[in-house]
């Protein structure tokens, strides 16, 4: 997609609310879509509010609820419920949301999807499709996404941002005496994601000049990346589990190449306006 600025926010806070430090990106952070959904020991800490900037068009529905996820977590909030939704219309192209900010005991009990992060492994709570009638011990539903737009609004300057997801409903486990390696091996599936959402981006970066030519190629290039990506996944596979002990080669592989990446380990790369 091509935006030409975000979407406005606007936080307000509750004056009864104990202080919270504000929480890094990486930790557990639930999103309700129900407000009348029950939550246990649960402290209001206020309200956030997402809307349209004037000109915004980098706003479907994931970037809005990323937008309030990350103002929640600057007042040290670790979960949001939106009590109003509202969709594109005729008064505006763009997703629109108000939802309130809690603090919650375990957060991670309403997570949808995590973003890959260097500091945030996965946990076996984070499968959450049911696992039974399945052919495999589990399997990570594991995609990147990437979009293109201006850095402020009328500026000449663009970036290309990609994110990396883990899809927890679309995930499954199931439980071993294995449940260690298993976790191990389903975590590479998440890096290997990952890095190939590094290449992506170096691959715009080599083939696209000016914000013209990102936009005629990106798609061809994430389609093919894509192709690779599944490719490699498979391969990992194939190789895997028929031999547990090369586990092991594909752990220092993975390592090897997002240190390699590491350049593109922001997901932003910046495009010239010609």
């Known amino acids: 997609m091509f935006g030409s600025c975000s979407p406005r926010t606007n936080v307000t806070l509750s004056q009864s609310a104990r202080s919270y430090k504000k929480l890094a990106s990486y930790e557990p ?24 900037g004037g000109f915004s068009t ?18 040290g909030g670790n979960c949001i419920v939106i009590r109003e939704h509202k ?15 809690y603090r919650i005991d375990h957060p991670e009990t309403y997570e949808k999807e995590i973003l890959w992060h260097k500091d945030r492994k996965l946990k076996v709570r ?7 009638n399945r052919s495999h011990l ?36 199931r439980k071993t005496d294995m ?40 798609d061809a290039i994430m389609r093919s990346i894509v192709r690779q990506l599944q490719e490699k996944q498979n391969a990992y596979d194939k ?3 028929p031999d547990r002990s090369k586990q092991k080669i594909w752990d220092s592989w993975i390592k090897a190449e997002l240190l390699k990446y590491q350049p593109y380990a922001s997901k932003i790369i910046k495009v010239e306006s010609y």
């Open 126 to 132: 984070d499968f959450k499709a049911s696992a039974q």
């Open 239 to 241: 190789q895997v589990y």
């Open 87 to 101: 969709k594109p219309g005729l008064s505006s192209t763009c997703h629109r949301i108000k939802a309130d900010v």
């Open 138 to 173: 589990a399997v990570t539903a594991s995609s990147f996404s990437y979009n293109i737009k201006s850095v402020g609004t009328f500026s000449k300057d663009y970036i290309v941002e990609a994110h990396t997801y883990f899809s927890c409903d679309l995930s499954y486990f």
């Open 58 to 75: 980098n706003c479907d529905y994931r970037t809005v609820k990323s937008i309030a996820k990350s103002e929640a977590q600057k007042i």
């Open 29 to 52: 952070f639930g999103i309700v879509e129900s407000p009348t959904k029950r939550m246990s020991h649960k402290d209001f800490i206020g309200r956030v509010e997402v809307k349209d």
């Open 179 to 218: 449940d260690l390696s298993t976790l191990a091996h389903e975590q590479i599936h998440f890096d290997i994601t990952e890095l190939y959402a590094r290449i992506f981006l170096k691959k715009i970066k080599s083939k696209a000049r000016n914000i013209d030519e990102a936009l005629e190629k990106s």
